[in-house]
Structure formats: structure tokens, C-alpha cells
């Protein structure tokens, strides 16, 4: 990946400095000063021996009187996979997890509270093959399946919550697959699933072939750090799945996805998408997407006229976090594993949904009498014509 682009920020600290680059920080960013904040010597040295990147921002909010500060640590982990394709289930999945922690125990001496992984991070994407085995192998329980028993340890060493998306294996449901996010609490224990509501069909993407539509609604869960919950991969192209969970309470919404750089990919909608759910909804919001090149054995094609190949292209990393206020940090490199840190205050969500009145404005009552005229048969939709009587 040496001639791919290292970061769309990278460019801008390349060709910017002084003055111009303090006006594109807060134009772009939200501020002039991204607030980075120190990371421990022992973290900076553990993440170059595992060649990872490691950063840190923060998000503070105004200082109250009735209130104290809601500080939490929130880390999201990007990464590539760890051997080729072609090598056993269990080889491929153990070796992941070897990569990923390392990541985590830096995570953890960093104080982080909650952790985020990519879409179906224990794994490749094989889902643009169509072919069922290997891949429906990875499938596991999200209740006590190995990716859980392991990182339930880690959470309970680390007083951590994860938020671990995986290829579910519903045993109790005549073994069929889902996309689901399982949450972990600071104990080991497992919270709850969510699963993937928006299934996409374009491209490569071929992921009803394997799951279809989750049944689980807008769940937020609770945890000891504060109310999280988890819009997968595809559905942040759909502005109500964001808003249902505002509306459910959620403080902090992850984004775990696995999308590409090529032609039909979505690079340049990244950096927009959870940033806006962020300034819709008044909550924070992460934006995680894995990274790297991922061949498969044999070649597949896309019904879209172009030849067969055994790649989907470059999955372009660049994770980032955004508050409430619409103000992001930078984003992680396009190409390499990483570690980025959020320090967050929770109160912020309050203060910026009192000062922008979003919820109070909103007209509910008159977008749920709309959508259940869209819904009937016989809809009309609401046009007016010049020469209309």
C-alpha cells in the first residue's frame, strides 16, 4: 500500500502551516487546536513495536454548576487482517486476535473505558464471494462463542466495555446468520446484540446472500460509562436509523463498517455521514472502518459487467470521532492499523441540545401522520402543479 494515499489529513499538514493551517483546522475540524492529548511513553513504544498508530483527542464541554464533568475514555480499533484467505478458519481468527490484543493492552494502560471494533472485525469481508464455505464458518454465538469468551476476559481485566461486531450463528433459531454487534460490559458479562437493520445490495456487497434485515430495533444499552448503541456499517446511510437511537437515549452512537475507496465506494461520503448524525442528533458519534487489501482464492464478479476479480478494493481505514456540536478530530491513516482515543465529556450532549433545541423543533407528530400516508397503497405524493385547479 506504499502508493496509496496515507491520510486525507496527512495532505492538508503537508501543504498547510500557520495561519492557513489554523483556518482549514477550524473551518474543517471545528476549532483550530484538535486538542491532542499526551499518550504515555510506554503506549507510544508498545504501538511502534506492534506497528500500529496510535492518537488521542479531546472533546470538553463548559464547566456546570449543578453538574460534574462526565468524563469517559472511548478508544475505536481499526485494522487489516492478519494472514491470507486462504489459510484454516481458526488460523485466520486466532491470528486476529493476536493482532488486535496488543491493541487493547494499550488501550487499556491508557485508561480507555470503551472499545469499539470494525464491522465483523474478527474476520475477512468474504461476503462480496457469495460462496458459503469457508466463510460461514467464522459464525459464532454472540453469547459464548470464542470472539466473546475472549474478549470478555480482556473486559473484565481492563474494567472494559467492547462493542465487537461478528458473523452471529443464532443457535436457537435453526442456526441461522446474522450481522450483530454483541456488547460486553466492564465485567465480562454480555449486555445485549444488536443487529444490522440495513442489509446493502450494490457492488461487491453481497451480503444477503449470507444475513438479511436485523430484528433487534434501535437498542441502547446502558453501561457503566454511559448509554451506547450501535448503527452498523450500511445503516448510516439512512438518517432515521441514526435518529431512533437519539430518541432512545443513546450518548455515544458507533459506527462499524467495512467500506471501500473504488469507484462504487463511499469514500467521499465518510467523512460527512457521522458527522452530520452527530449535529442531527446532539450525541457523539464514531466512525470506525477497517483497512487494507483482502484477496480471496477464487474470483467473483458483481453483475455490474466488469471482470471477475478477487478483491473489492482498498478498505481506507480513516476512523474518527465527532461530538455533538458537529466538531471532529482527524482521522486515522487510510492504510495502517490504529488505535484512536476520544476523551469525552457526556455533558456536552445536554449543553448542545439546549442551546441548538433539535429535539424541541423537530415536528414528530407531523412526520409520523406523512410516513403512514407514504405507506398506504393508494399514495399521492404531495406535488403542486402550475396549472393545478
Not at 494515499?5 to 475540524?29: C, K, P, Y
Request: glycine residues 6%.
Amino acid at each position: 500500500m506504499e502508493n496509496e494515499t496515507q491520510s486525507f489529513e496527512a495532505i492538508v499538514n503537508n501543504n498547510l502551516s500557520g495561519r492557513d493551517l489554523e483556518e482549514f483546522n477550524r473551518i474543517h475540524f471545528g476549532r483550530k487546536d484538535n486538542l491532542e492529548v499526551k499518550l504515555k511513553d510506554s503506549s507510544l513504544a508498545a504501538a511502534k513495536d506492534a506497528d500500529f498508530e496510535i492518537a488521542a483527542y479531546a472533546f470538553p464541554a463548559k464547566k456546570e454548576e449543578t453538574r460534574p464533568p462526565r468524563i469517559v475514555k472511548v478508544g475505536v480499533i481499526q485494522h487489516s487482517i492478519a494472514v491470507p484467505t486462504d489459510r484454516p478458519v481458526i488460523e485466520q481468527k486466532k491470528a486476529i486476535f493476536e493482532k488486535v490484543r496488543k491493541m487493547i493492552d494499550v488501550a487499556g494502560q491508557e485508561g480507555v473505558n470503551i472499545i469499539c471494533f470494525q464491522e465483523l472485525w474478527n474476520m475477512p469481508f468474504a461476503f462480496c464471494t457469495r460462496e458459503k464455505q469457508p466463510w460461514c464458518e467464522f459464525a459464532e454465538s454472540a453469547e459464548d462463542g470464542p470472539t466473546t469468551r475472549f474478549l470478555s476476559e480482556l473486559a473484565a481485566k481492563y474494567a472494559m466495555v467492547f462493542v465487537s461486531s461478528i458473523l452471529e450463528r443464532d443457535e436457537n433459531h435453526s442456526d441461522i446468520l446474522w450481522n450483530t454487534a454483541v456488547i460486553i460490559s466492564d465485567t465480562g458479562s454480555v449486555i445485549g446484540k444488536h443487529r444490522k437493520n440495513h442489509i446493502p445490495r450494490v457492488g461487491d456487497f453481497n451480503e444477503s446472500n449470507y444475513y438479511m434485515e436485523g430484528n433487534t430495533g434501535h437498542p441502547v444499552f446502558a453501561t457503566r460509562y454511559g448509554k451506547i448503541a450501535v448503527n452498523i456499517c450500511f445503516g448510516r446511510h439512512h438518517v432515521l436509523n441514526w435518529m431512533m437511537f437519539g430518541l432512545n437515549g443513546a450518548e455515544i452512537v458507533f459506527n462499524p463498517s467495512a467500506t471501500i475507496a473504488a469507484e462504487a465506494g463511499s469514500e467521499y461520503m465518510w467523512n460527512i455521514e457521522a458527522r452530520n448524525a452527530a449535529i442531527t442528533n446532539c450525541y457523539y458519534t464514531a466512525a470506525i472502518n477497517r483497512v487494507g487489501w483482502e484477496e480471496f482464492p477464487n474470483e467473483f464478479t458483481s453483475a455490474d459487467g466488469k471482470p471477475a476479480h478477487k478483491d473489492i478494493g482498498l478498505f481506507y481505514g480513516s476512523s474518527y470521532f465527532t461530538a455533538p456540536d458537529g466538531v471532529r478530530c482527524p482521522g486515522l491513516s487510510r492504510t495502517r492499523d490504529g488505535l484512536l482515543i476520544s476523551v469525552m465529556d457526556l455533558n456536552k450532549n445536554r449543553q448542545i441540545k439546549d442551546r441548538r433545541c433539535y429535539y424541541m423543533t423537530q415536528r414528530l407528530d407531523m412526520y409520523v401522520n406523512s410516513l403512514s400516508k407514504v405507506l398506504e397503497l393508494d399514495y399521492k405524493p404531495q406535488v403542486v402543479y402550475e396549472n393545478e385547479k
